[in-house]
């Protein structure tokens, strides 16, 4: 599977942004898809969770109540809504897929991801 992010940009602490990640080579309800940010000089991290058929989903704590992550496998899309931005989140964001048999499976590591897309920078100013 491809997949494509895009979204990212500059805005100002408190607001808000919404991201994309479009797929394309599979069927993407057999993937569950997660979103990974890594900052200047970081490693790549955990942001937000969704299961195959979009039924569960899992946050880092940094961004519960402010993160959702939702799909549309109709669309072969993926979307992290971001509120209350904060400077700490500027990084680049990723969206990631792995494919699972298992419906409520989902995958927390970097590692543990096959399909990535290329990025997408969001810069958050205080």
């Known amino acids: 599977v491809q997949l494509q992010a895009s979204g990212g940009g500059l805005v100002q602490a408190g607001g808000s942004l919404r991201l994309s990640c479009a797929a394309s080579g599979d069927t993407f309800s057999n993937y569950v898809v997660s979103w990974f940010c890594q900052a200047p000089g970081k490693e790549r991290e955990f942001v937000a969770t969704?299961?195959?058929?979009?039924?569960?989903?899992y946050y880092a704590d940094s961004v519960k109540g402010r993160f959702t992550v939702s799909r549309d496998n109709a669309k072969d899309t993926t979307v992290l809504e971001i509120n209350n931005l904060k400077p700490e989140d500027t990084a680049i964001y990723y969206c990631a897929a792995r494919g699972t048999a298992y419906v409520r499976k989902v995958y927390y590591s970097p590692q543990e991801y096959d399909y990535w897309g290329q990025g997408t920078l969001v810069t958050v100013s205080s």
């Open positions: 969704i299961t195959r058929g979009g039924g569960n989903t």
